[in-house]
């Protein structure tokens, strides 16, 4: 006789996941929108931007697009004058 396993939904796994992710947030990169009241997370970019005219209006965050904050350097930081060499550090 075989064993019958009872599958949760994937959809409430992931939901499960996802709240116990978000209590490891710590306060201080957590705030919340002072027209809507939504709480952000102060790290995702994409996040804070579009509280910024939120209008009271909730925002799906999954619909976002993710900002990459990340800088690549490109170059030497050195500007070219008449005058000579500027160090722009």
């Given at each position: 006789?075989?064993?019958?396993?009872?599958?949760?939904?994937?959809?409430?796994?992931?939901?499960?996941?996802?709240?116990?992710?978000?209590?490891?947030?710590?306060?201080?990169?957590?705030?919340?929108?002072?027209?809507?009241?939504?709480?952000?997370?102060?790290r995702d970019l994409?996040q804070v931007f579009?509280?910024?005219?939120?209008?009271g209006i909730h925002?799906?965050?999954?619909?976002?697009?993710?900002?990459?904050?990340?800088?690549?350097?490109?170059?030497?930081?050195?500007?070219?004058?008449?005058?000579?060499?500027?160090?722009?550090?």
């Open positions: 006789m075989k064993k019958a396993f009872k599958m949760k939904p994937i959809i409430d796994l992931m939901d499960k996941s996802i709240n116990k992710l978000k209590k490891l947030i710590p306060p201080e990169h957590e705030m919340k929108c002072n027209t809507c009241g939504q709480s952000m997370d102060l994409s579009a509280h910024e005219d939120c209008g925002i799906d965050y999954d619909s976002l697009k993710q900002i990459n904050s990340s800088s690549i350097k490109i170059g030497t930081p050195e500007q070219y004058t008449k005058k000579g060499t500027l160090n722009l550090n």
